[in-house]
């Protein structure tokens, strides 16, 4: 599996999320982004904009949280959220910004678990940053419903402290 990885620094982001709690292997995520899609369409909004990003932002690690208590934010973030209000099982929330190790991985959504294993065990020791104890989440650059699975594109965030110097 071929993960690439970046220090990046972001803005907090204002989001459209729908709030689901459980085991994070065993949630209807595309029934989530359909409630998503309801909202949007009911207020006569694009399902799609320039500037939108599609996020799912975990709140509980697994390994230490009973799986039913883990909860997750399924999320877009883009500009027109700022003439929004809640309903129809939507909030508005703020994802907040800060300093991230950003990990990229192409192919299917059933590897992310390799993936976190392989990020948690080897790649962020060795990457000499401290993460934070904050909500991480996955940022998905493709449309699954259009993109072969092979060539899928997630990138994962996870909070760090500011960095004083990475050489990678």
């Given at each position: ?46 399902t799609e904009c320039a500037d ?71 790649l962020l020791p060795e990457a ?41």
């Amino acid at each position: 599996m071929n993960i690439q990885q970046r220090i990046e620094a972001r803005h907090d982001a204002l989001a459209i999320c729908y709030r689901m709690t459980g085991d994070y292997a065993k949630l209807d995520y595309r029934s989530a982004w359909g409630k998503i899609a309801n909202y949007c369409e009911k207020r006569g909004l694009p399902t799609e904009c320039a500037d939108a990003e599609y996020i799912n932002v975990y709140y509980d690690d697994p390994e230490t949280t009973p799986a039913e208590q883990c909860s997750v934010d399924v999320c877009v973030a883009a500009d027109v959220v700022k003439t929004l209000s809640p309903g129809d099982g939507i909030d508005i929330r703020t994802i907040e910004g800060g300093n991230f190790i950003v990990f990229l991985l192409k192919g299917p959504y059933e590897q992310l678990g390799e993936a976190y294993g392989q990020i948690y065990s080897k790649l962020l020791p060795e990457a000499g940053v401290k993460p934070l104890q904050k909500p991480m989440f996955e940022r998905y650059l493709n449309d699954p419903g259009t993109t072969n699975c092979e060539n899928l594109l997630t990138e994962i965030w996870i909070p760090i402290e500011k960095p004083s110097k990475i050489d990678w």
